[in-house]
């Protein structure tokens, strides 16, 4: 691995980083944060995130991940609302393992919204890069709709997505998005292991 072309990438990109692509990558760090700290903050440091991203994404001709950036943010005042609305009798939302039902469906979200993606950046705009955009933004779909479910397995669907996007976004040339993507890899494996955890504890003691 060339270190000094990383670190000499990495100081250019922070050259060119506009201050508004610099706020988009402090709040989405701060979401992910908040999401490992089952902290309600995740919703709205993650909307603000998603809005600035819609336009840069725009901007580099992403189209899927500035789609994905608009859902992130109906998914966010969903997600709000999820886990301020506990059932009944329940102090608060708690966090779960999908059925197998549940793992059917997100499969089957994850395919069905990959072809469709795939489809309209291939037919009617001017992507250079249909397949990993589209992937990303299908595997996100699912991180961000099990994670406003407070599924576990939400955090697998982002250590995916984050993986891919870090030579995505730099190959697009955007080196401080690419930067935040690794540090969003470590933090999904930490917030794995932090839901598993969680899960278990709650499964114990409402067994």
Known sequence: MDWQYIVEGMHAGIQQMSW??????????ASVYYSMRENILVFPTGIISTLIY??????????????????????SVFGWYVWTHPRPGKASVPITWL????????????????????????TYTDSDVPYWDSFTTASAFVGMWLMAKKKVENWIAWIITDLVS????????LLLTSFQFLVFTILAAMGLVAWVRLAAAYARDNG
Do not use: T
């Open 54 to 75: 819609v336009w840069i994404c725009f901007q580099v001709r992403l189209y899927a991940d500035m789609s994905i950036n608009g859902y992130y943010f109906v998914m």
């Open 99 to 122: 059925d197998h039902r549940g793992i059917l469906r997100a499969l089957l979200l994850l395919l069905i919204s990959y072809g469709l993606l795939y489809y309209v950046l291939r």
């Open 20 to 29: 508004l692509e610099a706020l988009a990558v402090f709040f989405g760090l």
């Open 166 to 173: 870090v030579p995505l976004y730099l190959y697009k040339g």
